[in-house]
């Protein structure tokens, strides 16, 4: 059974860091790209981060660029997504997922396996 579980989620303070990790069961990361996403509430899940299988290209979306990180370690089978300098605007629960294709994706409909999520909470 294939299954995402993302943790590290909390309540923080703008300016204050948060590493989230996706720990993969059922499956070989080192096979997916693999893509974090977000969800605030009353809005659409929108792109974060992504990264290739071997962890050589990422994408960064244009509103978190330069503060936060994807990075993964196949051998522990796991995404990691290093967040700094958050935001209140950051506040949302956070997504892991795999990529069907074999580049680097920004759109949902090309992801799959999607966990439960963890919620980030960024007060001002």
């Known amino acids: 059974q294939v299954q995402l579980v993302e943790s590290g989620g909390g309540l923080v303070q703008t300016g204050d860091s948060l590493r989230l990790s996706c720990a993969a069961s059922g499956l070989t990361l080192s096979n997916y790209g693999m893509g974090w996403f977000r969800q605030a509430p009353g809005k659409e899940r929108e792109f974060v981060a992504a990264i290739s299988r071997n962890g050589v290209s990422t994408s960064h979306s244009d509103s978190v660029k330069g503060r936060f990180t994807i990075s993964r370690d196949n051998a522990k089978n796991t995404l990691y997504l290093q967040m700094n300098s958050l935001k209140p605007e950051d506040t949302a629960v956070y997504y892991c997922?795999?990529?069907?294709?074999?580049?680097?994706?920004?759109?949902?409909?090309?992801?799959?396996?999607w966990g439960q999520g963890t919620q980030v909470t960024v007060s001002s």
């Open positions: 997922a795999t990529d069907w294709t074999t580049t680097i994706t920004s759109n949902k409909a090309y992801y799959g396996n």
